[in-house]
């Protein structure tokens, strides 16, 4: 039977594109049912260690998928596919690891947050590869609902259940945004194609005919875009989720979605809308500026460290822009890759030190690091290495990856984004630092603090060595940026 | 867009007519406003509490059972209809998703759903 053997055919070729997704839909689903049934109620901690095992095969498939484009090139696994998917696998293995004392103290442990986390990665690994708008709809949908539930997971406190509702309100407006923009490209390209590469073709030619279409859709996507990634003006939403989440959740979506919707932003951007890069550098030019300016002013004020790492966090997308701004697409998603990559790992370690001063969920004033040096020394070194890896200071990390996308920015010409980017980083530093003289030069409250446990203090002194010893590795970096690549 | 103008007119038409009609009533209807007329309903029973009330969440875990099979329903048929010429790869496609949607229904009903009391 020829049909039989053409199906079979399709599977061997599309199937293993996305073998690294479907080992998280598979186990996540197994694990749902019926993995939970067969295991006893007291047992349920067992899920964190399985869901890491998953990961780590998730992300060996993925580093080992060969390059290829599959299911009727709605999905393409490349260097740019790789980079971001591993990135994302990784935010989600830290994830896991720094939910475990707040789980085990609010006795919140269940399957369905591992399994939630599971799905939105799974979401996120497609979204990275699209090369369809409508695959890169779906996958934002599966990333984004995943989440939703995941900020709102603390159903007895209602600060994260108002988080999540608003994120879910917000996030399903941006989402009917980003659809209505779709649907006018598809009607500006001739309503033959929404895949990326053809319709940057089509929108070539049609840009003369039907300019105005063509920029309200372009517009209405970098609206829904920039609602994901939390840029000014499209940020409400970010500080209340931010502060309503578990803290495990805030680093997770200060990290992994992030990272997605920038790869997804750098794809549309970069290949299916390049040929009207005109008409949407200028307001993504707007978009970039306030974020930095706002992002940083803004975190200036904050007394929930929690809100201040959202607001930098926006300020930090702002930065980001300027590589989705690059007219050398492929040098701006490697520079913003490496900008993910180290910001992955200052705030993580940072998280990580938050919620050991957390203890049980509460207590997440700037206050709270008062004098943390005097408690705990080597705690209070570490929170000092990320908040200043984060204000850009060298030789840390930060300083780096800082370094090079700036660089790209003003090889491409861009003088006053730039600028502006250089004196609002010089804002930021001063409430970076403001949480270093809280914790050196302040006296402490006197409250007792535990023991750090294994997994926080593995995850802070891995992360704070990398970033104090980082930058001597930059070569390498580099190389290994220069893997990012499409076809 | 030109063919797009009857859409437009319809439109215009749609909004125009309750304005219409809602002023003109307003200009020359009498204006005597008692209790009774100014609750929300006229006639019918008394109104003893809010509307907003708190609903047993089993309703809303039979609305999640509902799509389920709504959204089973929903791809069903278009299949149902092609049936002949999607052949072998159809009826994989949809086994395919079926068991999916088996997977979820053992979930919700592991979880409690359909346990009433």
């Not at chain 1, 020829?2 to 594109?17: C, E, I, K, S």
């Not at chain 1, 840390?396 to 984004?417: C, E, P, V, W």
């Amino acid at each position: 039977m020829p049909f039989a053997q053409q199906l079979w055919q399709a599977m061997l070729r599309d199937l293993p594109l996305i073998s690294g997704p479907l080992t998280l839909f598979f186990a996540a689903t197994i694990m749902l049912w019926p993995g939970d049934l067969l295991l006893p109620s007291n047992k349920k901690h067992i899920w964190a260690p399985i869901t890491l095992g998953v990961l780590a095969v998730s992300a060996a498939l993925v580093a080992n998928t060969a390059n290829g484009s599959g299911f009727s090139s709605m999905f393409q696994v490349d260097g740019f596919t790789r980079g971001f998917q591993l990135l994302c696998t990784a935010a989600a293995f830290i994830t896991v690891v720094l939910s475990q004392p707040q789980l085990n103290a609010l006795q919140e442990q269940t399957v369905e947050y591992y399994a939630l986390i599971l799905f939105s990665l799974g979401g996120m690994q497609l979204l990275v590869g699209a090369t369809d708008l409508v695959s890169v709809y779906f996958s934002v949908e599966l990333m984004a609902l995943c989440i939703y539930i995941l900020v709102a997971y603390l159903r007895t406190q209602e600060r994260s259940i108002e988080a999540g509702v608003k994120y879910f309100l917000l996030g399903a407006f941006s989402s009917g945004i980003l659809l209505y923009g779709i649907s006018l490209l598809f009607a500006a390209g001739g309503g033959v194609t929404t895949n990326l590469l053809q319709l940057n073709q089509k929108l070539a030619l049609a840009t003369h005919n039907n300019s105005l279409l063509v920029f309200a859709g372009v517009l209405m996507v970098l609206v829904g875009f920039a609602f994901k990634v939390a840029a000014v003006p499209f940020h409400m939403w970010s500080p209340d989720a931010y502060e309503g989440a578990p803290t495990p959740i805030t680093a997770y979506l200060s990290m992994a979605p992030k990272a997605a919707a920038l790869a997804a932003f750098l794809r549309v951007f970069g290949t299916g809308l390049a040929s009207v890069h005109s008409d949407w550098s200028a307001p993504l030019g707007f978009i970039a500026a306030a974020s930095m300016i706002l992002g940083n002013v803004a975190a200036l004020r904050q007394q929930s460290i929690k809100r201040m790492l959202a607001y930098s966090s926006i300020a930090h997308v702002g930065y980001m822009l300027l590589g989705v701004l690059s007219k050398d697409p492929l040098g701006g998603a490697r520079a913003v890759w490496l900008y993910l990559l180290t910001y992955l790992l200052m705030q993580s370690g940072a998280f990580a030190v938050i919620i050991h001063l957390q203890g049980t969920g509460e207590g997440e004033r700037l206050d709270d690091f008062r004098g943390l040096a005097r408690r705990r020394p080597m705690l209070a070194f570490a929170m000092m290495v990320f908040m200043l890896s984060l204000a850009g200071i060298p030789p840390l990390l930060g300083f780096f990856s800082k370094f090079y996308l700036f660089m790209l920015a003003i090889q491409q010409g861009q003088y006053l984004l730039t600028t502006i980017a250089l004196l609002t980083s010089a804002v930021a530093a001063t409430y970076y630092l403001g949480v270093v003289n809280l914790m050196y030069f302040k006296e402490p409250t006197g409250v007792q603090l535990p023991r750090l446990g294994t997994a926080l203090a593995l995850t802070v002194g891995c992360t704070c060595g990398l970033v104090l010893v980082g930058t001597c590795f930059g070569p390498w970096l580099l190389d290994w940026a220069q893997t990012i690549t499409w076809f | 867009m030109s063919h797009y103008a009857p859409i437009l007119l319809v439109f215009l038409m749609a909004s125009a007519i309750p304005a219409v009609v809602w002023y003109l009533s307003r200009l020359i209807r009498p204006n005597l406003p008692n209790a009774i007329k100014c609750s929300s309903y006229e006639c019918g029973i008394t109104t003893t509490t809010e509307a907003r009330e708190k609903l047993s969440i089993r309703y809303y875990l039979v609305a999640v059972m509902f799509l389920v099979f709504d959204v089973e329903t929903v791809f069903l048929m278009p299949w149902a209809i092609q049936m002949k010429e999607l052949a072998l790869f159809g009826l994989v496609e949809i086994g395919v998703f079926l068991f999916l949607l088996l997977l979820g229904y053992g979930y919700i009903w592991s979880k409690g759903a359909l346990d009433w009391e």
